[in-house]
């Protein structure tokens, strides 16, 4: 269980990570998401004791990072993949983080074996691995120490679809285990098939903390009509606008409906006797329920440049 209890974390005026207040429980996957400078990074660094909040606590199993007596078997995380001497082998590496946390050796070999680097890629010195493996050795670090709470950072950047894939099945085997999985990434769709709860980050404040459908049913549902008819399509889309909708064309012939139901959309063309070709609700997808929840928050909005105004 990871405890965050008015978590603030202020860089000049820069507030990071901003009053936020939120458990992170075990035995499922926790989705961490965010735009670019969220305040992710620094929330999962003040978990480790890498950044001292500003104000508020961050505790892992009911403690600070700094008074876990073995911290490797109480946390593991994959922040930085880099953050391994570049002359010094994966197989060295983890062996010198095993040795000054009382690890057995033997325990190396297991979490190389489990993230599938073999004797020859884990011999290697780590400038010489490629980024996927470079996160692949980062996450046998994490399971180094068989912890109850893992955090991973962005674990599948560089990893081809086999890695991705990987990494979605260990995380859940994770939280199936009864462990504290928290995941951060960019990617919605993978978080959509990996987390079953998401924590949602927009300027270091909390937006969200519900499972994974909930948000997704935050962002409503988008509703297809295709009226084969000019004139008719028109009326219905001031009567859409009307009734509060909001109406986009999609296609020569249809238009997509957001803000009302299928069931209005239906009703309000039967009452003009509009003859319809499809009427369809679809669930807004997690992408579209992040733009939504973080349209107010991104830290860099793209604006138009003006000149060409085409
Ligand atoms: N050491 C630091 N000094 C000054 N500002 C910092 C420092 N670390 C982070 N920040 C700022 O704090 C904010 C949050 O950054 P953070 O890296 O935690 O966000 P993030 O959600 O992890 O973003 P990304 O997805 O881009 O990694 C940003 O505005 C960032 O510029």
Do not use: C
């Not at 073995?70 to 994959?78: C, I, R, S, Y």
């Not at 950072?153 to 995380?171: H, S, T």
């Amino acid at each position: 269980m990871i405890t965050l209890s008015g978590l603030t974390k202020r860089f000049g005026s820069t507030v990071a990570v901003d009053d936020l207040t939120v458990d992170i429980g075990p035995g499922r996957v926790t989705g961490f998401l965010g735009p670019n400078g969220a305040g992710k990074s620094t929330t999962m660094r003040m978990i480790l004791g890498l950044d001292r909040p500003t104000a508020g606590r961050a505790l892992v199993g009911g403690r600070p990072y700094r008074e876990l007596r073995h911290p490797l078997h109480e946390v593991g995380a994959l922040l930085d993949a880099r953050a391994v001497h570049p002359a010094r082998s994966g197989r060295a590496h983890l062996l010198t983080m095993a040795r000054s946390n009382g690890i057995p050796g033997r325990r190396v070999d297991e979490v190389l074996a489990t993230v599938g680097l073999d004797a020859r890629a884990a011999g290697k010195p780590a400038r010489a691995l490629s980024l996927g493996m470079g996160q692949r050795l980062g996450i046998a670090g994490a399971l180094l120490g068989d912890p109850p709470v893992l955090m991973f950072d962005e674990p599948v950047n560089g990893l081809d679809p086999d890695g991705v894939r990987w990494v979605r099945r260990l995380a859940r085997a994770l939280a199936g285990e009864g462990r504290t999985v928290l995941v951060s990434s960019h990617l919605m769709s993978e978080m959509q098939l990996t987390a079953d709860r998401l924590v949602v980050l927009g300027r270091g404040r909390l937006l969200a903390d519900a499972p994974i459908e909930e948000v997704v049913a935050g962002a409503g549902t988008e509703v297809r009509v295709r009226v084969p008819d000019d004139a008719d399509r028109a009326v219905l889309t001031g009567r859409l606008v009307a009734a509060g909708a909001t109406v986009e064309p999609d296609g020569p012939d249809a238009l997509t409906v957001t803000g009302v139901t299928a069931e209005r959309v239906g009703d309000l063309a039967y009452e003009r006797g509009i003859r319809l070709h499809e009427l369809s609700a679809r669930e807004a997808s997690l992408e579209q329920a992040f733009m939504a929840l973080t349209a107010d928050s991104v830290e860099y909005a793209a604006t138009p440049t003006g000149g060409d105004t085409r």
